[in-house]
């Protein structure tokens, strides 16, 4: 009897030291110093008056894929969302550029793994790119998608001194981020030219689009906790069906590259199916990749045997778009 006691000791005090270093691993690769290096020097406010839009008052229930996931992912700068955080493109005159939306179900930015890490990688390659702290629960839409609206329309007015071409300007949205930046590409995107604020004539419609293991519809396969938190609790059919990203996209939608995995635990790979059949529906060129296995939300996958292909093909697909960067003579 002893014995089994202290074995059951011993097991319990293992896992809880396995699930200690595992949640230290964790905390140190998703969250981000934001005192560190120069970070806040990388930050530009996209509204230059308080952000459009006020919180939900309803509180949504916790789940564990989101709702408690977002405590492990602390922005101690949350007040002053939406904001990007830039990486230029050394070396280039008129360099395409990518608007980057990380994932975290609505709850949260995993800024790191779905934002930070893939913007240096591609701004190394010549790809300006800009990651958008986007706000989150308890802001439901449309507050999300007029942050990653404006984003696009500021890049865009700024595009002189950041160095990039306004007319190659695209977006990758990863997870429920993938969600949002469908809908920004699925979504009509003309500015107004009557707008006194100039930034607000761009248009917020991207170039090309993007998808890693994207949440798409919120009427078949759905990921609950990202329709729960862009929704709230009890959102009408018609809405959801509105919001319900291969039910939205025309002849009109940009040039999409689609990739997710067979063993995606969060988000189910149907969702990417989906999207593709309709951009085949509209005669929208378009690539997708559906590897056999690989885990959720792990940014550029450089240890997944096969999602670690997913930059090399998308680099590749970019530069088939015209996305190089034009280089001083």
Same mark, same amino acid.
């Given at each position: ?79 002053? %969302? *939406?904001?990007?955080? =830039?990486?230029? +493109?050394?070396?280039?005159? #008129? &360099?395409? !550029?990518?608007? /980057? ?41 449309? %507050? *999300?998608?007029?942050? =990653?609206?404006? +984003?696009?329309?500021?890049? #865009? &007015?700024? !595009?002189?001194? /950041? ?42 419609? *991207? ?123």
């Amino acid at each position: 009897m002893r014995r089994s006691k202290r074995f059951l000791v011993g097991a319990a005090l293992t896992l809880a030291a396995a699930l200690s270093v595992g949640l230290w691993l964790l905390l140190g690769e998703t969250n981000v110093d934001r005192d560190e290096g120069d970070y806040r020097q990388r930050m530009h406010a996209i509204w230059s008056a308080p952000a459009p839009g006020d919180p939900d008052t309803d509180s949504v229930p916790l789940d564990i894929d989101s709702g408690l996931l977002r405590f492990f992912f602390i922005n101690e700068l949350e007040a002053e %969302v *939406p904001y990007l955080v =830039a990486f230029p +493109a050394g070396g280039a005159t #008129r &360099a395409p !550029a990518l608007l /980057l939306l990380p994932g975290g179900g609505y709850s949260f930015r995993s800024e790191r793994l779905d934002g930070l890490t893939i913007a240096a990688w591609f701004a190394e390659r010549g790809i300006a790119s800009f990651v958008l702290n986007y706000r989150v629960d308890p802001y439901r839409y449309p %507050v *999300p998608l007029r942050d =990653a609206e404006r +984003a696009m329309r500021w890049l #865009r &007015a700024h !595009a002189a001194e /950041l160095g990039i071409d306004p007319r190659r300007v695209g977006v990758l949205g990863s997870s429920a981020g993938g969600h949002l930046a469908a809908l920004l590409a699925t979504g009509d995107g003309a500015g107004d030219p009557l707008s006194p604020d100039p930034i607000e004539r761009q248009s917020s419609k *991207p170039d090309l689009l993007i998808l890693s293991q994207a949440v798409i519809s919120l009427e078949r396969f759905v990921h609950e906790g990202s329709k729960r938190r862009l929704l709230g609790n009890s959102p009408a059919p018609e809405l959801a069906r509105s919001l319900s990203a291969e039910l939205r996209v025309g002849p009109s939608t940009p040039k999409a590259f689609v990739w997710t995995t067979k063993t995606d635990e969060f988000v189910d790979y149907r969702n990417s199916e989906l999207f593709a059949e309709a951009l085949a529906k509209h005669g929208v060129d378009h690539e997708l990749h559906v590897f056999p296995e690989g885990p959720h939300g792990r940014g550029l996958s450089r240890a997944e045997t096969y999602e670690r292909q997913w930059p090399h093909l998308c680099l590749a697909w970019l530069e088939r778009q015209g996305f190089r960067p034009e280089t001083p003579n």
